[in-house]
């Protein structure tokens, strides 16, 4: 393994000398260890570290292996957490409870070697697989999205005469889409803009677009992670500062190989890693509207 691609074990007991083994154990497998405790250092180390499974003991003090569990089910990415419970108990009653808490599987001290880091493989495996089967899921759902998207607004532009009629309903379309905080549609011959903006950041309608010293070029989107760090002037980082923008995209719209005009999407919020699919859909988008309009 890598170091990229080490999975990360938290293990959480209550028994310096276990969890020592324990360390020794799984880092001789090649993963990385983080321990606790008890349950309450355990729900801290999950919070900060995330790790890909947790060894959890059942009887601890302070917070018990049973509470913990049911904690770390609540928290934030913890619904698809491996947990492994290890403890000293065998009967019915405990293993039920393990199980009624969130538990994905149970092994009994004292450890069988062999058999958890099996278990631990397992999980992993399984874990991964879950998250890919996920990752599938959301691409798919984004792809189906995109389309519906495109069909809508060629549906729009062809039943009206005059396209920016239907314009704010179209841009209002893309900023749900793409989920920014607002999206500009700006014309240079007119100064026309037309934008979607949510309710708690300002309207660009009166931004200098014609003063920002960029060079633009056919089919080339300018994506910007954050601005801070972006290759542009004082003056416009400070400018797009006071449209409250920290990341954008910019799809420059040609004509007879001249700039007609601007699609832009501003993130208010945060930075933001623009992912290569998302920049190709928006200049799409850009080439979709320089059609219509």
Known sequence: MTDEKKPLILVADDDSSIRSLLKLAIQSKGYQVEEAANGEECLAKYSRCQPDIVLLDALMPVMDGFTCCQRLRSLAGGTRLPILMLTFLDDRESIDQAFQAGATDYLTKPI???????????????????????????????QQNWEKLVREIIQQLSNFDNSWDILPTIISKIREFFQVERIVFYQKANQQIVESVASDRPSVKDFPFEKLDWQYHPGQVMAIDNLDRAELSPDAIASLHQANVRSLLIAPIFTQKQLWGLLCAHGCN???????LEIERFSDLANLLSLAI
């Open 112 to 142: 069988h070697w062999a058999v958890l880091f099996q278990r631990v493989q397992r999980l992993l495996s399984a874990s991964e697989a879950l998250i890919k089967a996920d990752a599938i899921a959301i691409q798919l759902e984004q």
């Open 270 to 276: 945060s930075d933001r890693v623009w992912e290569k």
